[in-house]
């Protein structure tokens, strides 16, 4: 996003639109320690090398050096590839829906459903998936566990879940099957298809745009009402 804004503004006059970046941290006891390398990809105009590695480094490290996890070692790979002149469609054919890794937790809670873009609420892959995060971001901040993840499964045709699991990686106050039970009695969180687009307003978007979900990933900014 920062680099948008800098591409935007023409801060940095020589970018292009053809942008991707990517962290590897590493985590002691389930919490990030360490950011260990900083791998940014992107579309510019012909320009020196040495120049969008410096002017790039500049901005990764303005972003993440209040997170505190970056330290001597950390590895700043830019346009590794040493150009990268043609971007878009016309160079690398692909569809931002099908990277549901990096629309969701990068990696770092398991996905095993659907893409999200182009589907419309009534499809589980997009609305289960916020509902899952609603619910469990709920359950972190009534302080039934410090981390959670719901796993949703269904079948087509069937409006109640099959299955819902909760694992809250041992930090829950109350035992994992009990949280499972409240989310499966629905009386707090129902899970049909049509209750979550009725709890989370996902007909009519107030505040909040689907064609903003499309950039910058589905989840971890305040205005969408998953979050």
Known sequence: MRLAEARKSGEI?????DAKAQLSVRYNNGKPIQITSVVISHQTDEVPHLQICEDLTAIAKEVLAPTG?????????????????????????????RKIIVDTYGGTGRHGGGAFSGKDPSKVDRSAAYYARYAAKNIVAAGLAEKCEIQVAYAIGVARPLSINVNSFGTGTVDDSLLQQILESGEIFDFRPTAIIADLGLLEPCGWSYSATASYGHFGRSQFPWE
């Open 13 to 17: 006059a020589y970018l292009r639109p």
């Open 69 to 97: 996890l970056l330290h001597y070692g950390t590895e700043y790979l830019i346009n590794p590839t040493g150009s990268f002149i043609l971007g878009g469609a016309y160079a690398d054919s692909g569809l931002t829906g």
